[in-house]
Nanobody, 114 residues
Framework: VQLEESGGGLVQPGGSLRLSCAASGSIFRSMGWHRQAPGKQRELVAMVTSGGSTNYADSVKGRFTISRDNAANTVSLQMNNLKPEDTAVYFC???????????WGQGTQVTVSS
């Protein structure tokens, strides 16, 4: 399984960014995004199952939207009204349908600062 992430960067508070992750090679039970800020544990941001069910961290509900294209094996995260506390490295994570194995992307930096 190979994951290719894109879309991180620097944005001002209140701005928007869109992260994308393209996965190769398999069928995925779930696809999603986690993040890790300096000195903090990695945490779930949002995930979506193959059936379309979603789960969001409370801190991003109403601001972030996750979407998935099953045919293309891509997952995207639209992040609106970004806050400085959203600053972190964002990691794409996928879970195989076959055996529940999890795979992580290399991470993309999101910095929210004026």
């Amino acid at each position: 399984v190979q994951l290719e992430e894109s879309g991180g960067g620097l944005v001002q508070p209140g701005g928007s960014l869109r992260l994308s992750c393209a996965a190769s090679g398999s069928i995925f039970r779930s696809m999603g995004w986690h993040r890790q800020a300096p000195g903090k544990q990695r945490e779930l941001v949002a995930m979506v199952t193959s059936g379309g069910s979603t789960n969001y961290a409370d801190s991003v509900k109403g601001r972030f939207t996750i979407s998935r294209d099953n045919a293309a094996n891509t997952v995207s995260l639209q992040m609106n009204n970004l806050k400085p506390e959203d600053t972190a490295v964002y990691f794409c994570k996928v879970v195989l349908s076959s055996d529940w194995s999890a795979y992580w992307g290399q991470g993309t930096q999101v910095t929210v600062s004026s």
